[in-house]
């Protein structure tokens, strides 16, 4: 009994590490991403614009083209996913309860979510807003 | 490398959210590491802040453009180019453990740090220039 418990364990803390060692490899990728994304739109929203920051008609011009449209979706999702996920490594090294670790994972993915239908849904108005 | 284990790994300090602020006979390593977490956790603050202030989008062209001119004062200025030193460290940084992590320069990752945050403090000295003067 004491051993199938052991095994049933050791298990779990095995399934645990992988998937962690996944979630790591997604931080990475989309880290990495971001280095590319992230830089794009820091140039094109603020250091190629006179005086650092699109004013209202300008936003509205650049996202009406669809490949920065698109760019700027991905770069919502992405953000997002590497924050989070950023954010739940650092709530993991305080040791939280294995229980508590399921509801801060719910939190997150629920936080991740809102934040990219968000992202997602302002795209779109500020595109119909543009009249694209 | 105390950076490159994964999340759940048992060998942790005691306390690490302590141990991030105390820098007394720390590794660059662990200093590296520390700065990592600090600039991360701002830069996840400020990704959602970024989210809430877009909306003003919505309000027209006075909403945005009320916002413009705060955005462009002095203060501002200041906490964009905090916001870039946070954003050029994390990525050089972000760069180094990633490649480490998957077994590429092991052995050189100190060289790898000063050369990723060297080219990081360069990109930030140029762009902490450009927000002031561009």
Redesign the interface.
Same mark, same amino acid.
């Given at each position: 009994m004491q051993s199938s418990m052991s095994r049933r364990t050791l298990e779990e803390m095995a399934t645990r590490r992988d998937r962690s060692g996944s979630l790591w490899l997604v931080q990475a990728f989309t880290g990495l991403l971001l280095v590319f994304i992230l830089g794009a739109h820091m140039i094109a929203h603020h250091f190629i614009v006179e005086g650092g920051l699109r004013d209202y008609q300008q936003v509205l011009d650049y996202v009406a083209n669809p490949f920065v449209f698109i760019i700027e979706v991905v770069f919502v999702i992405i953000a997002t996913i590497h924050a989070l996920l950023g954010a739940r490594a650092i709530v993991l090294d305080l040791r939280p309860p294995a229980a508590t670790v399921k509801v801060i994972n719910w939190v997150l993915v629920a936080i991740g979510a809102v934040a990219i239908g968000y992202g997602l849904w302002l795209a779109l108005a500020l595109q119909r807003a543009a009249g694209a | 490398m105390d950076d490159i284990q994964?999340?759940?790994?048992p060998v942790?300090p005691k306390a690490? $959210?302590r141990s991030w602020f105390d820098v007394r006979g720390r590794s660059l390593s662990t200093l590296a590491f520390a700065l990592n977490?600090l600039t991360?956790?701002g830069?996840?603050v400020y990704?959602?802040l970024h989210?809430a202030v !877009?909306?003003m $989008? $919505?309000g027209?062209?006075e909403s945005?453009?009320r916002f !413009?001119a705060v955005?462009?004062s002095p203060f501002f $200025?200041l906490l964009?180019v905090v916001l870039l030193f946070g954003?050029v460290y994390h990525?050089a940084n972000?760069?180094r453990?990633?490649l480490v992590?998957?077994g590429v320069g092991h052995t050189q990752h100190k060289t790898m740090f000063y050369v990723l945050v060297g080219l990081a403090l360069v990109l930030f000295v140029v762009?902490a220039a450009?927000?002031f003067v561009?």
């Open positions: - | 994964p999340t759940t790994d942790r690490p $959210l977490r991360a956790i830069l996840t990704l959602f989210l !877009l909306s $989008l $919505l027209g062209p945005w453009n !413009l955005a462009r $200025l964009d954003v990525m972000g760069i453990v990633a992590g998957m762009g450009l927000i561009g």
